[in-house]
């Protein structure tokens, strides 16, 4: 998944030139890595082919080394990525697409606002999906060795998935780490959850919508979406609630909460609903918004691990079918 920048950043003083000179050369590099691929699958024609004049590239390098210098608030990203832009345009969307979607919901379980919102969070619809060449990004970020044996795998996948000819090598684009396509899979997720859902032989997640829509919802369902559960909702604290008992990763019953003086967020009394867990969540602390996160929001987090994400995912799927 594309590691999503929520951070400002300044370059480490450490250049690229630097750092190539004491490494060892991309030739190098090259050869021994070719035994590990052929090893996995792919074949040496294949190898030739696609890793013909491909070079490091500088930019990836210098965004790799990107630090973070202050995180910004839920708040503030929340309100770049929900823009009034997007809802508008989610909402055509989700009403275009319906049709389509309500068949892969029988299917996968996932209703058609979630499949709209991560589409649109992710590359903006599609609009935006990473001008990058995956095989050269990911050959670059293997080579510099940083976090080597993730991208020689990641690299690995991508030389299978054009081998078998779901893309071309030109077009087979993405972000400068690599995640492709419409809803930005790494290699690995391509492999695992891609769908060839137009049956035209291809899991095309650059081209094709069907493609894109229902591999989204092959991911969600194969890691525990629940259909016809909601992400979760805002709600209301009568009362403060520990730290300790908020976060992601902590998962009490419904009654729990409303029992602790969780409310609805017009202070109603909280809907009950047996055998049905939630986290509290607080993106931006005690201070900020709380959120009851039921399972699926865990497997929206399964996409991309950033409560800030997550959350973001589900208000848009709800302001998407809230028409
Ligand atoms: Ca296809």
Known sequence: MRIIAIITATL?????????????????????????????????????????????????????????EHKIT??????????????????????????????LEKIYGVAPQYVIALWGIETNFGGYTGGFQVIDSLATLAWDGRRRAFFEKELINALKISQDGHISLKNMKGS?????????????SFLAYAVDSNNDGKRDIWTDTSDVFASTSNYLKTNGWTAGEKWGRQV????????????????KSLSFWKELG?????????????????SLVQPDGPEGP????????????????????????????????KQ
Request: charged share 20%; no cysteine; net charge positive.
């Open 262 to 278: 969780v409310q609805t967020l017009t202070g109603k009394p909280l809907p009950t609903v047996d055998g049905m867990m939630a």
């Open 12 to 68: 480490l003083t450490a250049t690229f030139f630097a750092r190539s000179a004491h490494a060892e050369s991309f030739q190098v590099w090259q050869q021994g890595f070719k035994v590990k691929a052929v090893a996995a699958g792919v074949s040496p024609e294949w190898f030739e082919k696609a890793m013909q004049g491909v070079e490091p590239i500088e930019r990836v390098i210098e965004l790799d080394g990107k630090q973070p």
């Open 236 to 251: 209301y604290l009568t009362k403060p609630i520990a730290k300790s008992l908020t976060g992601p990763k902590i998962k």
């Open 74 to 103: 839920f708040e503030q990203y929340k309100k770049n990525v929900i823009s009034q832009t997007r809802i508008d345009k989610g909402r055509k969307l989700y009403k275009q697409h319906y049709n389509e979607l309500k068949d």
């Open 290 to 321: 709380s959120y009851l996160a039921y399972n699926n929001y865990q497997s929206i987090m399964h996409w991309n691990r950033s409560t800030y994400f997550a959350t973001s995912v589900g208000l848009l799927a709800d302001l998407i079918a």
């Open 176 to 188: 400068w780490a690599g995640a492709m396509g419409q809803n930005q899979f790494m290699p690995s």
